[in-house]
T-cell receptor, first 111, second 111 residues
């Protein structure tokens, strides 16, 4: 079983601060994805990274895939209340096309 | 373009009843999956399919059956509902390394 551990599980910070969320595994993935989920909705894809060491930026969000393709991080600069939500990483690969989700990080941005 | 459509959105079952959660996609994606989401547990994979006629078990398959007779449809059957199956169920469709698209979810309560 491929396990993805996210840390921290909960994070509450003031508007304008920076934060980093981590996604770690002992398994190698062919791609890793980040999603944001709001209450009552399904997860929505933010980004997919496929190359070890890859860095992608989406406005104030920076995503990095580890060199060994076993871990990833999400960095948010100058957090805003609209960033509040559940952030999920998901790994794909191992030859079986399964998409395995991490344990999630619940982020709250305080105005 | 509807994406992924799940029905029903809400359902209450009595213990021992059976039912089918419907999932349909109009994106022609090869892979489809069913997840359940419980408080604090992230998304756990129930069953998945890599194409019509092909299904496989995920992390928590017991008590559930699936079939994939067409690319578009991937129904999830609860054989004999139990209170432990009270959860929010999500269906997703995806291709290799492109990210998954999720339905709105089905909130199931078993009493």
């Amino acid at each position: 079983t491929q396990l993805l551990e996210q840390s921290p599980q909960f994070l509450s910070i003031q508007e304008g601060e920076n934060l980093t969320v981590y996604c770690n595994s002992s398994s190698v993935f062919s791609s890793l994805q980040w999603y944001r989920q709001e209450p009552g909705e399904g997860p929505v894809l933010l980004v997919t990274v496929v190359t070890g060491g890859e860095v992608k930026k989406l406005k104030r969000l920076t995503f990095q895939f580890g060199d060994a393709r076993k871990d990833s991080s999400l960095h948010i600069t100058a957090a805003q209340p609209g960033d509040t939500g559940l952030y999920l990483c998901a790994g794909e690969g191992g030859g079986n096309e399964k998409l395995t989700f991490g344990t999630g990080t619940r982020l709250t941005i305080i105005p | 373009n509807a994406g992924v459509t799940q029905t029903p959105k809400f359902q209450v079952l009595k213990t021992g009843q059976s039912m089918t959660l419907q999932c349909a996609q109009d994106m022609n994606h090869e892979y489809m999956s069913w997840y359940r989401q419980d408080p604090g547990m992230g998304l756990r994979l129930i069953h998945y399919s890599v194409g019509a006629g092909i299904t496989d078990q995920g992390e928590v398959p017991n008590g559930y059956n699936v079939s994939r007779s067409t690319t578009e449809d991937f129904p999830l059957r609860l054989l004999s509902a139990a209170p432990s199956q009270t959860s929010v169920y999500f269906c997703a469709a995806h291709r290799d390394a492109t990210g998954a698209f999720f339905g709105q979810g089905t909130r199931l309560t078993v009493v």
